[in-house]
T-cell receptor, first 111, second 115 residues
């Protein structure tokens, strides 16, 4: 079935460096959501993107949805230790209520 | 309630036993989802309820797994004849309408360990 690939699987950055995770699909997505899961915690919704080429910002976080709606990215500027966690992209197919998650990118921030 | 509540937070059971996991969604949320998450993986869809009915149970791995939501609020995930491979974090989420483009709120999960 349709899947999304997230890269990288792991990322270690020095505090203050930028971080980007990518979510790629072989088919067009109707929407993409991003979630953050802290160590030992549960997924927390960050954002949803639905339009081709959409860009949304939340403070130091920038989310993009590709023009072809097959790719999405999450970029964090000047990482902080509070950004530590696993970032998941997720999508639901047309006519489906299933939210399918990628495998996530685990971010470690070295103080 | 203020958020999605799941009980118990941890459950250790012996292989072959029956377990029930409970989810209390956010008040007023009509949509309820169950997910299973193994270590290092993303949440894996199990079942979706809209109101009292299971609108999509295609993610249940086999007939040992069953879920109910009799009054359209609290849901129980039931696992019969548990196997060691069932060990995972079981997450419940709810959303206001269940339309695919609305935010899902997750509970803290129940960590199930089958020994």
């Amino acid at each position: 079935g349709q899947q999304v690939m997230q890269i990288p699987q792991y990322q270690h950055v020095q505090e203050g460096e930028d971080f980007t995770t990518y979510c790629n699909s072989s088919t067009t997505l109707s929407n993409i959501q991003w979630y953050k899961q802290r160590p030992g915690g549960h997924p927390v919704f960050l954002i949803q993107l639905v339009k081709s080429g959409e860009v949304k910002k939340q403070k130091r976080l920038t989310f993009q949805f590709g023009e072809a709606k097959k790719n999405s990215s999450l970029h964090i500027t000047a990482t902080q230790t509070t950004d530590v966690g696993t970032y998941f992209c997720a999508y639901s197919g047309a006519g489906s209520y299933q939210l399918t998650f990628g495998k996530g990118t685990k971010l470690s921030v070295i103080p | 309630g203020a958020g999605v509540s799941q009980t118990p937070s941890n459950k250790v059971t012996e292989k072959g036993k029956y377990v029930e996991l409970r989810c209390d969604p956010i008040s007023g949320h009509t949509a309820l989802y169950w997910y299973r998450q193994s270590l290092g993986q993303g949440p894996e869809f199990l079942i979706y309820f809209q109101g009292t009915g299971a609108a999509d149970d295609s993610g249940l791995p086999n007939d040992r797994f069953f879920a109910v939501r009799p009054e359209g609020s609290v849901s129980t995930l039931k696992i019969q004849r548990t196997e060691r491979g069932d060990s995972a974090m079981y997450l419940c989420a709810s959303s206001l309408t269940g339309i695919h483009n609305t935010e899902a709120f997750f509970g803290q999960g129940t960590r199930l360990t089958v020994v």
